[in-house]
């Protein structure tokens, strides 16, 4: 057996795939921060987020057409009226969700509403922090459901698929290991536990579900992007450790740590679960009434086709 190619299917095994997006998205993103620093201030949220936003983006398009020979729509990116109604509802079933827990800690005493932001004195407008805030999670939204959920989670499943692995364990392991890596990214932000990196990982499975069911990203990106706006651009929240500031609602939490999470935010706290499970339960209600099967999308179960020439043209 080669180690490095895949003679079946005429390109390189997964692993090596993987390894080489991840290579090309370094180099393709180290020289974008140069524009940024020079066209915005070194305080705003686009100056770090723009040159990631873009190079996953570019470096993801270069593994499609370069190194993993498939259509870049096959990792759930494809923008049509579908994929934007399903990101619309995605983002709607988030503020729900955070909606939720903030009733919650309200109703329980836990959170108190202390001010609004437009009352705060700030160097910049309020209405354009919040807008700009809003645009860099909608990049956060889009750019992290790509490489961690369209383009991880396919190629392992592709790169475990052997006739001794069910379909579904592959897909299993395939989420497993992408949530995990996705909340081990977030171990060492500030405030972190092990309860917060176990609830992002929680996070990252219910992110992954909807690719997984309809092969497409959108409702993930909807979900996502809603998390982290609402969590503190409208409910004050921290976000994953991080205190923005962007909120309409000023707040002050207390309350046990231990459900709330604290200064991490809900996501250190038993309370995000609440969260979770609106959000998976919301998707699936929501695909069910839309006639969609909650079963394992035929992306992930059907033979690698390379892309030819003549399916480039018709996409």
């Not at 692993?15 to 940024?36: D, E, K, M, N, S």
């Not at 996502?224 to 969590?231: E, I, K, R, T």
């Not at 309409?248 to 231990?258: A, F, H, K, N, W």
């Amino acid at each position: 057996m080669n180690v490095f190619t895949n003679n079946k299917e005429q390109r390189l095994r997964a692993g090596w795939r993987l390894l080489l997006q991840f290579f090309t998205l370094i180099v393709v993103v180290a020289p974008l921060y140069f524009p940024f620093f020079l066209l915005l201030p070194e305080s705003s949220l686009l100056t770090s987020i723009g040159p990631q936003f873009l190079g996953v983006i570019a470096s993801i398009w270069i593994a499609a057409q370069y190194i993993d020979n498939r259509s870049f729509t096959d990792y759930g990116i494809h923008i049509n009226k579908q994929w934007i109604k399903e990101f619309i509802v995605g983002t709607i079933l988030a503020f729900i969700a955070i909606g939720a827990i903030f009733s919650l800690e309200w109703q329980l005493g836990w959170v108190t509403v202390t001010d609004f932001g437009w009352n705060l004195s700030t160097e910049q407008p309020f209405l354009l922090k919040l807008t700009v805030f809003m645009l860099a999670m909608a990049m956060v939204g889009f750019y992290e459901e790509l490489f961690s959920r369209g383009y991880q989670i396919l190629n392992i499943v592709e790169g475990l698929r052997y006739p001794q692995i069910s379909k579904r364990l592959v897909v299993g392991i395939a989420i497993v290991l992408t949530s995990s890596v996705f909340g081990l990214l977030h171990f060492y932000n500030p405030n972190a536990s092990l309860l917060s990196t176990f609830n992002i990982i929680v996070a990252g499975a219910v992110l992954a579900m909807p690719y997984i069911f309809t092969g497409r990203l959108s409702l993930s990106v909807g979900l996502h992007f809603g998390w982290n706006f609402f969590m503190a651009g409208l409910f004050g929240f921290p976000v994953s450790g991080k205190q923005f500031e962007v909120g309409i609602l000023q707040i002050q939490q207390s309350g046990p740590y231990l459900w709330t999470g604290g200064e991490f935010g809900p996501e250190a706290g038993l309370v995000v679960l609440l969260g979770m499970a609106i959000m998976l339960g919301g998707v699936c209600v929501y695909l069910k009434s839309k006639g969609n099967e909650l079963k394992i999308h035929r992306l992930f179960t059907t033979e690698y086709k390379m892309v030819g020439k003549s399916d480039e043209q018709a996409l």
